[in-house]
């Protein structure tokens, strides 16, 4: 509501600037001979209204929708690039005031001209040095503050930093990452090499339907991260021309970016793992926070197919964990009481093996 409330002030103020532009520019317009002045006030009157029309129309498309995509862009930005920018444009904007001021006194017109091109080049220079190198302002410090002081804050502010997240091309089309990133476990920036980017669009573009499919999917989960993550989505052109794979370019890159991985696949799960990478297993995560039932607890289950061993029934509770219920064959199609007798966890999963109550009363 708030969103249609802002676009309608602007379609206003739009709509008011283009009437009051129509009106003088139709009154320096009357001056001319050609036209006669019997018309010129309907002149004015057509050209004020075909001018508010389009302020009415075209203000939202020249003012929100750049707004918000300038907003999203500096949401994707780390903070510390923004405030070295920042910086840097001012550091910039005062050393062109500087060099322009001997400029001013220049005869017209170049007196009047030149400090202002001066200057804007000097604010943009610092502002693009400070975008490109936002690490020559980070050993800045307020000079009130003590070394103490601020070798302290800056050991907390390390400490309490969050890592930066890697993102992998399994877990991107797996999708689970988008329900993750909504609840706020994940609080390090999450990072997408172009590496990773690009195997998804050649997934993507793959003649298996299946598998474009897949790579389709994980180009709208990218897509929604980018729109809807609470922590910032980063694409990097940061790339390991020595290393080949693309897993083993991930894990090279998480080492020098002291990052971790965020994945779903076995194999890359150990491979970093032994090399000292940090890795965070999605599947992991599901499996950690499904239900937990131990040997001797009572619950209902619907018994869907037949097991592999003799006179078994095999049903799934709500998140997906497989319940493998002995002497259930016969209660196939039905829900159960069944009472748990083992609990297995194995590289799948945990499995849940039980036995009906009282004949599956």
């Given amino acids: 509501m708030q969103a249609r409330q802002l676009k309608l002030v602007f379609r206003v103020i739009g709509m008011l600037i283009f009437l009051s532009a129509a009106i003088a520019l139709s009154s320096q317009l009357a001056q001319f001979p050609a036209i006669p002045e019997s018309i010129h006030l309907y002149v004015m009157i057509v050209t004020g209204l075909l001018a508010a029309v389009l302020g009415w129309i075209y203000t939202p498309r020249i003012v929100v929708k750049p707004f918000n995509r300038l907003w999203g862009a500096i949401q994707q930005v780390p903070a510390y690039v923004i405030v070295a920018a920042t910086f840097g444009l001012f550091v ?152 080949r794979e693309v897993d083993d370019k991930l894990i090279a890159l998480a080492k020098e970016m002291d990052a971790a991985i965020l994945t779903n696949d076995y194999n890359l799960n150990r491979v970093a793992e032994l090399q000292s990478v940090h890795v965070l297993n999605v599947n992991e995560l599901a499996n950690a926070v499904k239900t937990v039932l131990l040997p001797g607890e009572s619950f209902s289950i619907h018994v869907l197919q037949e097991g592999k061993e003799y006179n078994q029934g095999v049903g799934y509770l709500d998140d997906g964990t497989m319940v493998v219920v002995e002497d259930g064959a016969s209660f196939i199609g039905g829900t159960i009481g069944v009472v748990v007798t083992k609990v297995l966890q194995t590289a799948a999963g945990r499995m849940i093996f039980a036995r009906p109550v009282n004949g599956g009363d």
């Fill in 92 to 243: 910039g904007l005062a050393l062109g005031a500087i060099a322009a001021y001997p400029v001013s006194l220049l005869p017209h017109p170049l007196g009047q001209f030149l400090p202002f091109f001066i200057a804007a080049a000097f604010g943009y220079a610092g502002l693009s040095i400070a975008i490109m190198r936002p690490d020559l302002f980070q050993g800045l410090r307020l000079r009130f503050l003590s070394r103490e002081l601020d070798e302290e804050s800056d050991s907390k502010v390390a400490a309490s930093t969050p890592s930066p997240v890697l993102l992998d091309t399994s877990v991107i089309i797996d999708g689970r990452i988008a329900d993750v990133c909504r609840t706020g476990f994940i609080q390090g920036e999450l990072i997408v090499p172009l590496f990773v980017l690009n195997e998804l669009q050649h997934v993507a573009d793959s003649a298996d339907t299946l598998r474009r499919n897949r790579g389709r999917r994980g180009l709208e989960i990218l897509r929604q991260l980018q729109e809807e993550s609470p922590v910032p989505v980063r694409l990097v052109e940061e790339d390991m021309p020595a290393v």
